[in-house]
């Protein structure tokens, strides 16, 4: 009467977007080891101006002009690792890389003391740049053809979302742990070397789990779909500049990357809490409240409903002027600056998640102008800006450094130290946030979209809504 079952039948449905615990967290271990890295290698203009006592505007040019070689190298490892091939894989091997950059940043902490400012500012400048713009280019570099050949695309599309929020609880981790290590360790310059080493062997140790854990597919659907694109790419490569030239907004939202990453690099707040509030430590209360920013994203699907990207966008700068403002007026008060940094953060956070709608109308845009879609293309012209606002951020700060007549031997700091340290951290933002507001203005794309759709529907050009994922 009834039917027996058979084993098939009881034999459970393949999740293709499982990806088990292990792996998860192997594969995040590097993740939390580029976070200590970034963290520490942060402090480096710090580090040379009151460890070492090298002066302030000479090794902010040096160090700007190796963020501009890591720039370049972008381009020239990016073109060894597409044409690497072993046995253990394409981009796994390169996770290797951790070890070197791990052990130049320990040597980059480490700048003997005999040496003369001329040789100090050669050992500082030679390990930066072999640790950044070589073994973490190459790390940056084979990470994501690693990842493509080690999950499929279900298991990617959870790895953004999943991943994305367990990289920002490790980074939080550093954020907390760090500023303490560098307040425990003072102006004593054998005490940050002891610093970077036990760093080090305790971040390489968990940054290479990923390496020994995760291993690539050889024969990976992700993988061969970016053989068949490599003439695309060529196209691509030869019609950037003309994109440049057609393509207003790309190069309108390029200008604001520059601009926002001048200041966000300058790194001024470890002079500021050390000078102004005399507590680098403090820094990690900072660190761990800016988790409650990362609850504004909650908000961000109703505010999608309502408004377009560039209009949240610019509502973000308008609080965080605000925020920069009362910070500025209560430079002191704790209290007050925790909940203005929170602020700021919160306002700031949507940005980060609304970066691909807007290369994904640019790419839609491109289309309208008779151009390839060109995504890899302008993702590399705008991370090469990005790193380019970093380097002059870095240098203006040496600048700054010099014109506010900042002395770090000197045993009290004057009144107007005080204030320049105050117009570098919250003024600048505020300029820099006005700035970008009134390129904003010019930036209508969003409002143009239906019309740009509409013609390339008449050319036959099909053109696809955004993917849930990027959202």
Known sequence: MFRKKDKKDKAPVKNSARIGVKKFWAWESRELSDAGFMFLVGYIVFYCTDVVHVNALLVGTLIAISKIIDGVTDVIFGYIVDRTNTKIGRGRPYDLCLIGAWISAVLLFSCPQGFSE???IVWIVFWYILANAVFYTFLNAGEKIFMLRAFNHDQLVRMTSLGSVATSLLGLSCG????QLVERSGKDPF??????????IVYTAIGLCR??????KMDNEEDNLIDEKKEEEKLELKEVFLMLRKNKYWVLYCIIALISNIVTNMGVGV???DKVLNNIGVQSI??????LAVFALVFLPQLMKRFNVRQILMGGLLISIAASLISFIFYRNIPVLVAMYVINMAATVPGVYVVNLILFDNAIYNEYLGLHRMEGSMGSVNGFM????????TFLLGVALTVIG?????????AGTIMGLRVIMYGLPILSAAVQLIIWKFYDLEERMPEIKDALAKRGTPVEDAPEEII
């Open 286 to 291: 900072f660190a761990a409240l800016s988790a």
């Open 191 to 200: 005490a940050w070397s002891r610093m970077a080493i036990i760093l080090g």
């Open 176 to 179: 907390i742990l760090i500023p």
């Open 386 to 393: 990005r790193r380019a606002g970093g380097a002059l951020g």
């Open 406 to 414: 900042y002395d770090s031997e000197a045993a009290t700091i004057s």
């Open 271 to 273: 002079y500021y809490f």
């Open 211 to 216: 390496f020994l854990f995760v291993k690539e």
């Open 118 to 120: 001329t040789a100090r």
